[in-house]
């Protein structure tokens, strides 16, 4: 799909439909990818590419926005089609990009081998000549167009969401939480935090969000999924629910079926803000939207818990 400013929303066909996406931003006949999905994205990304015109030789960029297999696991794989584009990324998460066998051993411990080539394929190297370190405030010029890499640490420590100026917009990965477009409603789109299982850091989200606001953007970006407006009544909603899944796990702390006790009070929190905003959408299928992302935050939570003995 083309949208203003030149951006394409690609839809990378991970799970489900209109899960998760990539961007591809057009300028003079130039393009950047901000990330990628996985290996069995690639037919998306190179369809969009001769949607808008180009030839993979006119890519100039991939930008990660960090290296979660949803968002980075396919980005070897697409770089051998892109003759000419480097790849941005974290200083945490470059290593991985070059050397992938950590993150392969780490995710193949949790999904499995059969799961790890059903959902994201094989993932390829990316030679370290090609891979540009972005610390942050680094800017990436397109055909001119300046996109920042801004640090923004919450989700995952290895994160940086990048501005658009020409848009006035940014492309949040997984900062600015997710949102997904069955559960919009009258007063626009519903929006929820994602903690990464292993390194969710509330205060940390806190202050991102608020680096990101302090941009006064029209609009986000997100790979959960798509373009979003309203921003600021959306990063206000962002921050109550912070606030409101840590008083959870504070509540669920010591409790012999914590985990479960996590799910379950998540998702009345998240149908309880929906009901608030007029959402006329039945609880199970809330939950069924959301099923996934409840799981993962709860482990989030739990992780945050035991990492901070609290």
């Not at 055909?143 to 290895?158: E, F, S, Y």
């Not at 999924?225 to 309203?230: F, H, K």
């Not at 409790?255 to 998540?266: I, M």
Request: glycine share 8%; net charge negative.
């Amino acid at each position: 799909m083309s949208l203003a400013h030149g951006i394409h929303t690609i839809d990378t066909a991970f799970q489900r439909d209109h899960f998760d996406a990539a961007y591809l931003i057009v300028q003079d006949g130039r393009g950047a990818f901000v990330d990628c999905g996985t290996t069995h994205s690639q037919p998306h990304l190179l369809a969009c590419i001769a949607q808008a015109g180009l030839q993979p030789a006119d890519i100039d960029w991939l930008i990660l926005t960090h290296v979660h297999l949803d968002h980075a696991g396919g980005t070897g794989a697409l770089m051998q089609q892109l003759p000419n584009a480097r790849l941005v990324v974290h200083p945490r998460g470059a290593q991985h990009m070059i050397d992938p066998a950590r993150l392969i051993a780490g995710a193949t411990a949790v999904y499995g081998q059969d799961e790890m080539a059903r959902s994201y394929g094989e993932i390829v190297p990316v030679p370290a000549e090609r891979v540009v370190v972005a610390e942050d405030g680094h800017r990436v010029s397109l055909a001119g167009r300046v996109l920042v890499c801004v640090d923004t640490p919450g989700h995952a420590r290895h994160h940086f969401c990048v501005w658009d100026a020409a848009s006035r917009s940014w492309f949040t990965g997984d900062t600015f939480g997710l949102s997904y477009r069955e559960l919009d409603h009258a007063a626009g789109a519903f929006i929820i935090p994602t903690s990464s299982p292993v390194q969710f850091e509330p205060e940390a989200m806190h202050a991102s969000i608020e680096r990101l606001m302090r941009e006064a953007p029209e609009a986000m970006y997100l790979t959960h999924y798509g373009r979003v407006e309203g921003t600021a009544r959306l990063a206000k909603e962002l921050h109550e629910q912070i606030d409101a899944m840590v008083a959870i796990a504070l509540r669920c702390k010591g409790e012999p079926q914590r985990h479960r006790l996590l799910v379950d009070a998540l998702g009345a929190l998240y149908v309880a803000r929906l009901r608030l905003q007029g959402s006329p959408l039945d609880a199970s299928e809330v939950l069924r939207v959301l099923a996934m992302d409840i799981e993962l935050n709860a482990q989030g939570l739990a992780c945050w818990l035991d990492r901070e003995k609290r």
